[in-house]
């Protein structure tokens, strides 16, 4: 049940990862890359993530898309792109994927352990991934990276604005 | 169909990643190419939540919403950079990002 699962939200994951990067309109990609979130939430569901579930809903698929999604209305992108990459350079870029790929695999073959769990047992018996342990793992070991996080968002909310601001001060 | 255990995570987000590199590098379009490397980050998201998971280890699940954070800002000011340059060139053209010097 639990595999039909997985190889069901993989396939759906890859059809609409690969959407994103084919699909000619920018709007289609980010509505495949909302259909790709939604999938990988299904996969931290399968692994009883229920805290990332929750935030890759809001943060992912909420918050970012609808970034992606304001600012593709804000352009005027009507007469699309002039120049495309051409039909050598495309080629040369998913044969450098391929390769990428079969390298990456190559090298985890290699180095595979032995299969640690079942997910049917792990999904029944981690507890790793619900609000509390996690809560506790943030704010009693990783207190100091979580409060300098803030500081981060809050430089970055400084400097989307200061550079979103027309005119700017050049 | 059989038992699903680490190492189909594992070739799960390589896949996911190499996906994300190719989009990255075949798209001139600078909006799909952020994607790309949501994609990116999300392989590696699957990866570390997996492996969390299936050690039962919170710190990994820990990292995942530290990169969720770090991809938040940084698409906030990416798309912030984009708008700027789109408004100079009117076009999200990667070519016309050569012009930016020093």
């Given at each position: 049940?639990?595999?039909?699962?997985?190889?069901?939200?993989?396939?759906?994951?890859?059809?609409?990862?690969?959407?994103?990067?084919?699909?000619?309109?920018?709007?289609?990609?980010?509505?495949?890359?909302?259909?790709?979130?939604?999938?990988?939430?299904?996969?931290?569901?399968?692994?009883?993530?229920?805290f990332l579930v929750v935030v890759n809903l809001i943060v992912?698929?909420?918050?970012?898309?609808?970034?992606?999604?304001?600012?593709?209305?804000?352009?005027?992108?009507?007469?699309?792109?002039?120049?495309?990459?051409?039909?050598?350079?495309?080629?040369?870029?998913?044969?450098?994927?391929?390769?990428?790929?079969?390298?990456?695999?190559?090298?985890?073959?290699?180095?595979?352990?032995?299969?640690?769990?079942?997910?049917?047992?792990?999904?029944?018996?981690?507890?790793?991934?619900?609000?509390?342990?996690?809560?506790?793992?943030?704010?009693?070991?990783?207190?100091?990276?979580?409060?300098?996080?803030?500081?981060?968002?809050?430089?970055?909310?400084?400097?989307?604005?200061?550079?979103?601001?027309?005119?700017?001060?050049? | 169909?059989?038992?699903?255990?680490?190492?189909?995570?594992?070739?799960?987000?390589?896949?996911?990643?190499?996906?994300?590199?190719?989009?990255?590098?075949?798209?001139?379009?600078?909006?799909?190419?952020?994607?790309?490397?949501?994609?990116?980050?999300?392989?590696?998201?699957?990866?570390?939540?997996?492996?969390?998971?299936?050690?039962?280890?919170?710190?990994?699940?820990?990292?995942?919403f530290?990169?969720m954070?770090?991809?938040?800002?940084?698409?906030?000011?990416?798309?912030?950079?984009?708008?700027?340059?789109?408004?100079?060139?009117?076009?999200?053209?990667?070519?016309?990002?050569?012009?930016?010097?020093?």
């Amino acid at each position: 049940m639990i595999a039909i699962a997985f190889y069901l939200l993989t396939g759906l994951l890859f059809v609409a990862a690969l959407l994103v990067i084919l699909s000619r309109s920018p709007m289609s990609s980010v509505l495949w890359m909302v259909v790709a979130f939604f999938a990988i939430t299904g996969h931290y569901v399968l692994l009883n993530a229920q805290f990332l579930v929750v935030v890759n809903l809001i943060v992912y698929a909420g918050a970012i898309m609808v970034l992606f999604i304001y600012t593709i209305m804000l352009l005027d992108l009507s007469k699309g792109l002039k120049h495309k990459r051409s039909i050598l350079v495309r080629l040369a870029g998913i044969v450098s994927g391929g390769l990428l790929l079969t390298v990456l695999v190559a090298a985890m073959r290699r180095s595979s352990e032995a299969a640690v769990g079942d997910l049917a047992l792990v999904g029944q018996t981690s507890f790793v991934g619900l609000v509390k342990p996690l809560g506790l793992a943030l704010f009693r070991d990783f207190l100091v990276p979580f409060e300098l996080s803030s500081a981060l968002f809050l430089a970055a909310l400084v400097g989307a604005i200061a550079l979103g601001k027309k005119g700017g001060t050049d | 169909m059989g038992t699903i255990t680490l190492d189909h995570y594992v070739y799960l987000a390589t896949a996911l990643f190499s996906v994300g590199v190719a989009g990255v590098l075949i798209r001139r379009n600078i909006l799909v190419m952020f994607m790309g490397i949501e994609l990116m980050l999300n392989a590696v998201n699957i990866l570390l939540a997996a492996t969390s998971a299936f050690r039962g280890d919170s710190s990994g699940q820990v990292f995942v919403f530290f990169i969720m954070l770090v991809a938040a800002a940084e698409i906030a000011v990416g798309l912030a950079i984009l708008t700027t340059i789109y408004r100079n060139t009117r076009s999200i053209d990667i070519k016309h990002y050569n012009r930016l010097k020093g």
